[in-house]
Nanobody, 114 residues
Framework: VQLQASGGGLVQAGGSLRLSCKAS????????MDWYRQPPGKQREWVAG???????NYADAVKGRFTVSRDNVRRLAYLQIDRLKPEDTAVYYC?????????WGQGTQVTVSS
């Protein structure tokens, strides 16, 4: 099972990014996908999740600016981030639970300049 996140980069505050998470080795459509982020010097925190049925949940800090979605045919999960803020600077990770264990992607860096 592998997850590969991509789409990060350096953007100005107010801009947008769409992060992608490619899954392999699992029947992707059956799994909830979550996104976490780890700001520099801080702990990793959950930001959003999407269930196999397409239900979404968001951390209060990102509601209204983050949108999580999925494409089960392409085995991709997405995290759309709008109106980026400097405090969104972090490494963003996608994750799922497989056979009782957490599987993490390698992370993608998002840096927001003010």
């Amino acid at each position: 099972v592998q997850l590969q996140a991509s789409g990060g980069g350096l953007v100005q505050a107010g801009g947008s990014l769409r992060l992608s998470c490619k899954a392999s080795g699992i029947n992707f459509k059956l799994y909830t996908m979550d996104w976490y982020r780890q700001p520099p010097g801080k702990q990793r925190e959950w930001v959003a999740g999407i269930t196999s049925g397409g239900s979404t949940n968001y951390a209060d800090a990102v509601k209204g600016r983050f949108t999580v979605s999925r494409d089960n045919v392409r085995r991709l999960a997405y995290l759309q981030i709008d109106r980026l803020k400097p405090e969104d600077t972090a490494v963003y990770y996608c994750t799922t639970q497989y056979s009782g264990s957490d599987v993490w992607g390698q992370g993608t860096q998002v840096t927001v300049s003010s």
